[in-house]
């Protein structure tokens, strides 16, 4: 009987620690990520990208340094651009979320292997196989290959401000619900289910969730940016971000949708909206304890924290389906009316303590 495996796509160089940053020249050097000739393209951002390029630029003398404006398609689309006039091996993405995922599409554009080196933890996506982007229509999904070197140095990610990291809290410990609600599809709609995905993405969320280590451990930061890159991969291994996103990115996008000017983090709004669909399940003593641990973190687990109105968070939760056409999460099995899910909320709020 023959053994049959797959291949994961996944990065050659995965360096999480503190002062890794420190090393990235040798990891650069490694063949499977760049020539000998060592031609780098880094896109950095105006801000911290500027004091990081002072700092290494002297041990990456065959680099070419790109400055990004923003988080938006036409950033991506310009730095692709830039990088067609010269020859390059890898290009590099060094900051936060925005870079590296201008910095993903770009590569992808223009056919280069991308090393994403992250200098904050505010989400999932410094490792997934998509580049979310600002376009004319509000913000867009688009699939890209994974990086093929991933680094991230705990005393970088410790000087960024603590809001990136209780970001990243937020949006790891929701794969617990997002797992729920595809086995929810699995199971009402026979909607197919990665096994091996969804034990990385649930394992990813359960570690931060049980971590008794704050914000400022280096214990507790290497298991967060070990779970964001899993997280990552189980994307890349389920071929969508279905791992990842469920009835609370529904609701965050709803978030953004209804309420651009006035939306809170990725990691906030998907964070309260992991807490919510646990309890609209039933799984009140989850719920419960996910809001709990948000709490320690200090993250909101009610609208009125990131400054919402319950009214306005029934309406966000009412839109929510409609923003993932064809996605089958707890708020498209229930299909509450808008005083049903007031009634859930007032539920919630009394389980978790307002």
């Known amino acids: 009987m023959p ?58 003398p065959n680099a070419e340094w790109f400055e990004v404006g923003g988080g938006t398609l036409d950033d991506a689309i310009k730095l692709a651009d830039a990088l067609k006039k010269g020859r390059y091996d890898a290009l590099v993405g060094l900051g936060g979320g925005k870079i590296i995922d201008c910095a993903k599409f770009a590569a992808a554009r223009v056919g280069l292997p991308l090393v994403a080196v992250a200098t904050n933890l505010s989400h999932d996506g410094l490792c997934s196989p998509v580049a979310t982007l600002d376009n004319d229509a509000g913000r867009g999904s ?12 705990l005393d970088v990610i410790r000087e960024a401000p603590v809001r990136f990291v209780r970001s990243g809290i937020g949006d790891a410990v929701s794969n617990i619900s997002c797992i729920a609600d595809w086995e929810l599809a699995n199971r009402e709609t026979g909607e197919a289910i ?14 931060v969730l049980r971590h008794p280590g704050g914000v400022g451990d280096d214990g507790f930061l290497q298991v967060l940016a070990e779970g964001l890159v899993l997280t990552g991969i189980a994307m890349s291994v389920s071929g969508d971000s279905r791992p990842a996103s469920g009835a609370c990115h529904e609701i965050n996008h709803a978030f953004d949708l209804l309420f651009p000017k006035r939306a809170a983090s990725h990691g906030e709004q998907v964070g309260l909206g992991a807490a919510f669909a646990m309890h609209l399940r039933g799984a009140h003593e989850e719920s419960e304890q996910m809001a709990e ?13 990131i400054g919402f109105t319950v009214d306005e968070f029934v309406q966000v939760v009412e839109y929510a389906p409609q923003t993932r056409p064809g996605r089958y999460t707890i708020l498209e099995h229930l299909n509450l009316n808008h005083d049903q899910i007031k009634d859930a909320y007032a539920d919630y709020a009394k389980a978790i303590g307002s």
């Not at 796509?9 to 360096?15: A, L, Q």
């Open 3 to 60: 053994v049959l495996t797959r291949l994961i796509p996944s990065p050659v160089v995965v360096d999480i620690r503190a002062g890794a940053l420190n090393d990235l020249a040798s990891v650069l050097a490694d063949q499977r990520i760049c020539s000998a000739t060592g031609k780098l393209a880094i896109a950095i951002s105006g801000g911290s990208g500027a004091v990081l390029r002072e700092r290494l630029a002297p041990s990456l």
């Open 142 to 153: 688009y699939g890209v290959p994974n990086p093929i070197a991933v680094v991230i140095d």
């Open 194 to 207: 990665d096994g091996l995905a969804a034990a990385m993405a649930r394992q990813a969320g359960e570690a």
């Open 293 to 305: 641990v948000l709490r320690r973190h200090g993250l909101p687990v009610l609208p009125a924290e």
